[in-house]
T-cell receptor, first 113, second 113 residues
Framework: GAGVSQTPSNKVTEKGKYVELRCDPI?????LYWYRQSLGQGPEFLIY????????DSGLPNDRFFAVRPEGSVSTLKIQRTERGDSAVYLC???????????FGPGTRLTVL | SQQGEEDPQALSIQEGENATMNCSYK?????LQWYRQNSGRGLVHLIL?????REKHSGRLRVTLDTSKKSSSLLITASRAADTASYFC?????????????FGKGTMLLVSP
């Protein structure tokens, strides 16, 4: 079946703008994760959903970042008033109940000019 | 913050040689996973080893885990040019009830033909 998909694959925006990044998890996976990866670093956890609710949002860096998963499937990561330091690859992963393995999407490369 | 540290940061070998990468972590874990990443985009899950396991094999991959030293190693035998990628270890840790992953900075492996 289809893997995790993310759109857009690349996003270039200007400082101060608002962006939305979308993640389509593997069908039937109840857990969904967002990570952020800066150049030369490993992915860093942002937020974790179990179903529709955010089970852990402790990784969100500040209140400019927000994520939703209204129907327990697709998730959107929203970044307000973008800053140059937000430039990174944003990765989404999903996991099925009873498994410890997370399956990652190809990521969205966000560039803030 | 990143829990794991991979060693070495970069490794360059010839095709047919073995490649060994090490990972150290800081907290208690339920499992440790290794992922591979090509060209800074999506991560591919390679292997998972549980805290009560000491060694695991999958094809040309061999993973060891020493919970007393909080360390793991990934061995790729008979390497191929196609193995060129970045390799990350990830641990679940006690945050979020062992539901989220913390990644190291990765080892960049270059296999030359």
């Amino acid at each position: 079946g289809a893997g995790v998909s993310q759109t857009p694959s690349n996003k270039v925006t200007e400082k101060g703008k608002y962006v939305e990044l979308r993640c389509d998890p593997i069908s039937g996976h109840t857990a969904l994760y967002w990570y952020r990866q800066s150049l030369g670093q490993g992915p860093e956890f942002l937020i974790y959903f179990q179903g529709t609710g955010a089970a852990d949002d402790s990784g969100l860096p500040n209140d400019r970042f927000f994520a939703v998963r209204p129907e327990g499937s697709v998730s959107t990561l929203k970044i307000q008033r973008t800053e140059r330091g937000d430039s990174a690859v944003y990765l989404c992963a999903s996991r099925m109940v009873g498994s410890d393995t997370q399956y990652f999407g190809p990521g969205t490369r966000l560039t803030v000019l | 913050s990143q829990q794991g540290e991979e060693d070495p940061q970069a490794l360059s070998i010839q095709e047919g040689e073995n490649a060994t990468m090490n990972c150290s972590y800081k907290t208690s874990i339920n499992n440790l996973q290794w992922y591979r990443q090509n060209s800074g985009r999506g991560l591919v899950h390679l292997i998972l080893i549980r805290s009560n396991e000491r060694e695991k094999h999958s094809g040309r991959l061999r993973v060891t885990l020493d919970t007393s030293k909080k360390s793991s190693s990934l061995l790729i035998t008979a390497s191929r040019a196609a193995d060129t990628a970045s390799y990350f270890c990830a641990t679940d840790g006690p945050n979020s009830g062992y539901s989220t992953l913390t990644f190291g900075k990765g080892t960049m492996l270059l296999v030359s033909p």
